[in-house]
């Protein structure tokens, strides 16, 4: 088992940033692979980025390529999204998530809001 924890979310304004952080816990960290996903209201959820267990690769929708950054410490076991700058379409509840395999998420968070206003 696997225990994910966002942080991070709030409100800002377009064109500021936003940094998110995923607390991980139970198993070894290093085991999974690492993503961040989103759903806005009316929306089914959608990936956004996602880290190799490494950190020697990194995948990004291209909605937010450019934009937004995915990061880890395995160390510390975390992960973190750093977003900018916000665009008002980046409003939704964010979401991490661990895989152990090569597809396929395993455990996800909670989520935490993030809303970006104009």
């Known amino acids: 088992q696997v225990q994910l924890v966002e942080s991070g979310g709030g409100l800002v304004q377009a064109g500021e940033s936003l940094r998110l952080s995923c607390a991980a816990s139970?198993?070894?960290?290093?085991?999974?692979?690492m993503g961040w996903f989103r759903q806005a209201p009316g929306k089914e959820r959608e990936f956004v980025a996602a880290?190799?267990?490494?950190?020697?690769?990194?995948y990004y929708a291209n909605s937010v390529k450019g934009r937004f950054t995915i990061s880890r410490d395995n160390a510390e076991n975390t992960v973190q999204l750093q977003m900018n700058p916000l665009k008002r379409e980046d409003t939704a509840v964010y979401y991490c998530?661990?895989?152990?395999?090569?597809?396929?998420?395993?455990?996800w968070g909670q989520g935490t809001q993030v809303t970006v206003s104009s």
């Open positions: 998530a661990a895989g152990a395999a090569s597809v396929g998420w395993d455990y």
């Open positions: 139970g198993r070894t960290f290093t085991m999974y692979r």
């Open positions: 880290i190799s267990w490494s950190g020697g690769s990194t």
